[in-house]
């Protein structure tokens, strides 16, 4: 299967059903990201309910906090 994956394209040799096989694939952990599906917004609670099929867009989205804000 191939997939478009935060801009790059990947082909995919096992059968992933959903994002939450796809995080795993990719030894990614769910916490903290949210998920971009071909235009619609998906959070961790949907990762499972989620379909995969060949072509589609994804987009990866990590939140990290820190630093400083400095307002020059």
């Keep these: 299967m191939r997939l478009l994956i935060n801009g790059q394209a990947h082909d995919v040799s096992l059968s992933l059903s959903n994002l939450k096989e796809l995080l795993s694939y990719l030894n990614l952990t769910p916490e903290g990201r949210i998920i971009e599906l071909n235009d619609s917004i998906y959070l961790e ?13 994804i987009e990866i989205i990590q ?6 804000y400095v307002n020059l």
């Design 63 to 68: 939140f990290m906090g820190g630093g400083n």
């Design 45 to 57: 609670e949907s990762f499972s309910s989620s379909s995969l099929k060949e072509g589609d867009k």
